[in-house]
């Protein structure tokens, strides 16, 4: 009877403490970072399907999710220009406040303007380099995804 009741109140405890997304899927609050450096558009594509099943699977409310295009990745939002099924899924994205963190490096090295080559970017949406804020990211605590 003791271990019933000590359940009861851990479960209720539980429930109190997490959001109800958390508990109706097992899933807690998760911190992750999904990183891009790659131009194929059908993986593009299915990365950003994946980021998608990610939300739908944990809850909006329960991610704390950011996406790192460097290299050859920041061609998905310079493809989004054009595109309008990408840029749909990177602004369906964005409402749900996944963000996204271009590589300076990048930009610089391969001559592109932000403003006018990539879709939907802000001055805030730029780190340093894309490798060293993967590391910053992992060393705060996100989980590190390569899809």
Do not use: W
């Amino acid at each position: 009877m003791y271990k019933l009741f000590m359940s009861i109140i851990s479960s209720a405890l539980l429930a109190t403490a997490l959001p109800a997304a958390a508990v109706e899927t097992g899933y807690s609050t998760q911190k992750v970072v999904y990183h891009i450096n790659y131009d194929d558009p059908k993986q593009q594509a299915g990365a950003l399907r994946n980021i998608q099943n990610h939300i739908n699977a944990v809850g909006a409310e329960n991610l704390d999710l950011k996406v790192v295009l460097h290299g050859k990745g920041v061609t998905l939002l310079q493809r989004a220009n054009d595109d309008m099924d990408f840029q749909s899924k990177v602004l369906n994205l964005k409402s749900q406040k996944i963000a996204f963190n271009i590589c300076n490096n990048t930009l610089v090295g391969k001559k592109i303007d932000y403003q006018t080559d990539l879709f939907d970017v802000r001055e805030s949406d730029i780190v340093p380099s894309g490798v060293a804020e993967l590391a910053k990211l992992q060393r705060e605590g996100y989980v590190y995804i390569k899809p």
